[in-house]
């Protein structure tokens, strides 16, 4: 387990920037929601906006920071 920690904080280290990015070869008509290629419901899911708001955001880059100290340790 801490072989696998280790390398989610390598990762996350050397692709943080990209992975904020989100992927550009994603087609925005398709849903984030789902892992299944669905359509994005345009109700919920705005073509261009953030697929996490900015506090889900913060939020995410704190524990991804927590883990990675863990992971340093």
Same mark, same amino acid.
């Given at each position: 387990?801490? +072989?696998? %920690?280790?390398?989610i904080?390598l990762?996350?280290?050397?692709?943080?920037?990209l992975?904020? %990015?989100?992927?550009p070869?994603?087609n @925005?008509?398709l849903?984030? %929601?789902?892992?299944?290629?669905? @359509? +994005?419901n345009i #109700?919920?899911e705005?073509i261009?906006?953030p697929?996490?708001?900015?506090?889900e955001?913060?939020?995410? #880059?704190?524990?991804l920071?927590?883990?990675?100290?863990?992971v340093?340790?």
């Open positions: 387990m801490e +072989r696998f %920690q280790s390398e904080g990762f996350i280290e050397k692709w943080e920037g992975l904020e %990015q989100g992927d070869y994603y @925005p008509n849903s984030l %929601q789902s892992a299944l290629y669905s @359509p +994005r #109700k919920y705005k261009g906006e697929y996490f708001n900015r506090e955001r913060e939020r995410l #880059k704190k524990h920071s927590e883990t990675d100290d863990i340093k340790s």
